[in-house]
């Protein structure tokens, strides 16, 4: 088991620079660069109508740098990084990342380190709370469907899954904000930030409800985009498993229905279920969080990856993607470790990263 750890970590140094690598590639095709969009600011034009490599700076005789001293064009590459040659940029991003110093902010003047701490609560909330809530929806009710199959409440029940299969997050995200938030006679849930204006003035116990009365509809609206997934799996894999001849096995020596679905199916039901962990929280914690933070205007780590974008922001970029990929990585590392919390006979050590 410790040395399957180890190889997997060992692991996450290359492929994290492989990574690094691909986007950084492609970061310096695109047009626009920061200095392109610093010029584009200076004369008073929007930043994306700006031509020009990101990679190549921007040459005193370009049409986006035209009027402008070539001495102040000189300063302001320098001033971003781009009086030196991507290959250059590229290595000592990497050797700054080998210390975890991913630069300062070309636009927010504070350092990336900072911005990803004070934004990762926000997104952490939403990951954390939404993934916990839709497994402790989907199993039990995936294992109710597979017990009750082709039942009345099998029926109902796969309906409404589909229903929630079919809507997408920001699309129901709407919707409660129309039903529950103003939108009509009711105004019970608040649509902006993670906490009220008079948080601090809170109590302990008016804190913890302002904090949870926030989280309630930018996690109903994640957790209903991915419970109808993760309940038919559920579901099938106990239907799969229940068919087998040790659960046959199990009934005639005189078990209860109970023993046997929670002391023998469970166990093997769940391996398939654990599977999908990482798949889902990451899910939830990189592509679900973006549009909720953007439609509840909560300020987190999607929503500040995707202004970055937009004002080319390179070292927020990267920064962001690199704690991405990181945790991506590490928990499908949970993911697999888990394995053996529900199956004790799997052997890591036999196996090869």
């Known amino acids: 088991m410790f040395a399957y750890i180890v190889r997997r970590l060992l692991l996450i140094i290359p492929t994290l620079v492989i990574i690094l690598l691909v986007n950084f590639v492609i970061v310096q095709a695109a047009p626009g660069g920061p200095v392109e969009q610093a010029i584009a600011h200076l004369q008073g034009i929007g930043g994306g109508s700006v031509g020009g490599s990101a990679g190549d700076g921007v040459s005193s005789g370009s049409r986006a740098s035209r009027g402008l001293d070539p001495k102040l064009i000189k300063d302001i590459e320098k001033q971003y990084g781009f009086d030196k040659s991507a290959p250059e940029r590229l290595w000592l991003m990497l050797k700054n990342y080998a210390r975890l110093d991913f630069g300062n902010s070309f636009f927010r003047g504070a350092t990336v380190t900072d911005l990803i701490l004070e934004k990762m609560p926000v997104t952490l909330s939403l990951g954390l709370w939404a993934t916990l809530i839709t497994y402790l929806v989907s199993i039990p009710l995936g ?54 204006e008079n948080f601090e003035q809170l109590g302990t116990l008016g804190k913890i409800a302002d904090y949870f009365w926030h989280l309630v509809l930018p996690v109903s609206a994640l957790v209903i985009g991915g419970f109808a997934t993760l309940t038919i799996l559920t579901k099938n894999s106990f239907l ?11 009934r005639a020596k005189g078990l209860s229905e109970r023993r046997v679905l929670y002391g023998h199916v469970f166990r093997n039901a769940m391996l398939l279920v654990i599977s999908g962990i990482p798949q889902a ?36 970029v990267f920064g962001s993607l690199f704690i991405f990929t990181l945790f991506g990585l590490l928990i499908k590392l949970i993911g697999d470790l888990c394995y053996t919390l529900v199956d004790p006979r799997i052997d890591f050590a036999a196996r090869n990263a």
Do not use: C
């Open 240 to 250: 799969n498993e229940i068919t087998r001849q040790y659960v046959v096995t199990a």
């Open 281 to 316: 929280f990451i899910s939830v914690f990189f592509a679900g969080s973006l549009l909720i933070e953007v439609i509840f205007s909560l300020d987190g780590l999607g929503r500040m990856s995707y202004e970055a974008a937009v004002s080319r922001d390179y070292p927020v």
């Open 143 to 196: 294992i109710r469907k597979a017990v009750r199959h082709g039942s009345s409440f099998d029926v109902w029940s796969s309906t409404a899954i589909v229903i929630g299969y079919a809507m997408p997050a920001f699309l129901f995200a709407m919707f409660l904000i129309v039903v529950f938030a103003g939108g009509t006679t009711l105004n019970w849930f608040p649509v902006r930030g993670l906490v009220s």
